[in-house]
């Protein structure tokens, strides 16, 4: 057999893999089909009283015996009523499905970025993660609490007026369909000749999405600076949607149009009467043979509108469904569900370890780092040289690339988050506090704790007494009751950290965007629950790590240096010159200086 008779052979074998609209609604496929096949029976019921219009009409003029006259008058009504019933439940059930799915979606995505690595975030804008979580999820709704029941109900009104009037007149029948034969036809050649410009249609809506968020995040600058690039920008994002939109819409309004004339009610009445006058003149009906027809076709084209109007909105929840199955289908830092064994003590290695964020873009490389239990490990570089992520790795917000990070001699990926964050506590300049009580804030990590513990933790942090003058202290809620500064909140994250006691501490820049005053009570704050941890301290202000036992000097993701500070000193190196030049300034000024004056001399 050949190579390609094998690969036909395999092709054939393999059933191609589901599409991601499909495993988005598996949850609730079973009540869509039944929401569905009801919403049709319903309709179908719903129909069946004009055939007994038809009926009695044909006893009224004596056409027929008008014995079964009352059986079919009450039969009509009980099939309208069912229908009613039938269709109100599809809704309600139809509606009750969506609701657990995007129940079942908001809670799984959430679930899912809580547990993916740090480095997912970086290389995605929180927009992207906002649309697929809470547009994307409203798009999805549209879809599964209309969609199909819609559909279900149209596909139900056509099929059963087909049969219907084939059962009137198959001749008649056949031409009442020529109206709608040529409303797909036409449709169907409108959005093919539009197709070549959808993609720049959605790429004009995206470039204005990112030019507004653009522009509202920055408007400080906008309104102090001028506007003049951002408006520019702006206005050319509107423009490039305008051209787009006007291609798009020259190219599919005329056949949409004609196709929408077409299967007005109008057109068609005027279409079936013209020909029924031409069977009766040929001799093929009686004129009371074009009533049913008069009365059933009309019906089918607000049907048949509702389809195409309905699907278009197919494409955009096939984006929104493929967005959700990437988001759920993201790579996960994979963890045991209990730690195998105890670690011997509270010292930290990184062991040559190496990461970065993307393929070309190298953070940290072949980094060997040991933090001794009790003591105090200051970091120090140049914004850029990979110190916060160094602190991250060693918080597990992601995985190396390359080499391990043990924790009393376990590798941090044999620990549960839950065992790790108990024995590594961390307070980032970053401050994330939740929309919850100051007291839940607080407990955060140890849902257990008593009020007295987290009052000592709040003592501890130096925010106590900020709490007491809340109007309701500790339920005070933050961002309602509860408005802190920068500083403030700072202090209740370290109160946050203080509670769990860990045997390690992770400090990334806490006090980099805070005034004077606040970084002077938080520096207490964390000198005094820093006693007796082991300490990982990323700094921007030399001074503050003098009396570290160790000082390593980062340099585009390598250590250059590391030691005491007075070793570093007498070496005479990179950190010696930062010293000198600016030791109790920021860092990244001592740095951007002491690159000057290299440039200078070079």
């Known amino acids: 057999m050949s190579n390609s008779e094998s690969l036909r052979t395999k092709n054939l074998k393999e059933p191609k893999p589901e599409s991601a609209l499909k495993r988005v609604l598996k949850p609730i496929k079973g009540q869509l089909i039944l929401a569905s096949m009801l919403a049709m029976l319903g309709t179908i019921l719903m129909f069946i009283p004009l055939g007994g219009i038809v009926y009695i009409a044909e006893a009224a003029l004596g056409k027929i015996s008008s014995e079964h006259v009352w059986p079919v ?45 740090l480095g997912w975030f970086t290389n995605r804008a929180s927009g992207d993660v906002k649309r697929a979580m809470q547009d994307d999820v409203g798009m999805l709704h549209d879809l599964t609490a209309h969609f199909f029941t819609t559909i279900a109900r149209a596909f139900g009104v056509i099929v059963i007026s087909a049969i219907y009037l084939f059962m009137m007149n198959w001749k008649l029948a056949l031409v009442t369909f020529i109206p709608f034969i040529a409303f797909f036809m036409l449709y169907g050649k409108a959005f093919k000749a539009g197709g070549e410009f959808m993609d720049d249609f959605f790429v004009g809506m995206s470039k204005i999405d990112n030019a507004v968020v653009e522009f509202v995040g920055g408007i400080p600058v906008v309104k102090t ?182 924790l009393g001699g376990i590798d941090l990926k044999n620990y549960p988050s839950h065992e790790l964050y108990q024995r590594v506590g961390f307070v980032l300049q970053e401050v994330r506090l939740v929309h919850a009580s100051i007291k839940e804030n607080i407990a955060l990590g140890k849902k257990d704790a008593t009020q007295e513990e987290i009052e000592n933790a709040a003592k501890a942090a130096n925010i106590h007494e900020r709490v007491m003058t809340l109007p309701r202290g500790y339920d005070s809620v933050i961002g309602e009751d509860a408005q802190l500064s920068g500083g403030e909140e700072q202090r209740v994250s370290i109160a946050r950290a203080t509670l769990l006691n860990p045997p390690i501490l992770v400090l990334d820049e806490a006090t980099a965007s805070v005034d004077a005053e606040s970084e002077a009570i938080i520096q207490e704050a964390l000198s005094r629950f820093a006693k007796g941890r082991t300490l990982l301290v990323i700094a921007h202000r030399l001074d503050t790590i003098m009396n570290a036992d160790n000082i390593v000097v980062l340099e585009e993701g390598e250590i250059i240096e590391s030691g005491k500070h007075e070793e570093l000193l007498a070496s ?25 004056k290299e440039s200078a001399n070079d």
Request: aromatic share 10%.
């Open 572 to 596: 005479s190196g990179r950190y010696a010159a930062l010293w000198q030049l600016g030791g109790f300034q920021d860092l990244s000024e001592s740095t951007a200086s002491l690159n000057d």
């Open 73 to 117: 008058f009450i039969g009509s009504v009980l099939s309208l009523f069912i229908g009613l019933i039938l269709n109100t439940f599809a809704e309600y059930y139809i509606h009750a499905a969506d609701n657990n799915l995007t129940h079942h979606l908001r809670l799984s995505t959430i679930k899912r970025l809580s547990l993916v690595p």
């Open 225 to 406: 600076f001028g506007s003049g690039e951002v408006h520019r920008g702006f206005r050319n994002a509107v423009d490039d949607f305008a051209l787009a939109f006007l291609k798009l819409t020259s190219a599919v309004s005329k056949g949409v149009a004609t196709a929408n004339s077409i299967v007005s009610p109008l057109t068609v009445l005027g279409f079936i009467l013209a020909c029924g006058i031409l069977f009766i003149e040929l001799g093929w009906i009686v004129p009371f043979d074009v009533v049913p027809f008069v009365l059933v076709a009309p019906g089918i084209c607000a049907p048949i509108l509702m389809i195409t109007f309905i699907t278009h909105g197919l494409r955009n929840a096939t984006g929104s469904a493929e967005r959700l199955h990437s988001l759920m289908t993201t790579p996960l830092l994979t963890q045991p569900e209990t730690l195998a064994s105890q670690p011997e003590n509270s010292e930290l290695s990184f062991n040559r370890v190496s990461y970065g964020y993307n393929a070309g873009n190298k953070i940290l490389n072949n980094v060997s780092l040991t933090l001794p239990e009790g003591s105090v490990t200051a970091v120090v570089g140049a914004s850029g040289a990979g110190k916060s992520t160094l602190a991250r790795l060693a918080l597990r917000f992601f995985d190396p690339d390359s080499g391990n990070i043990t």
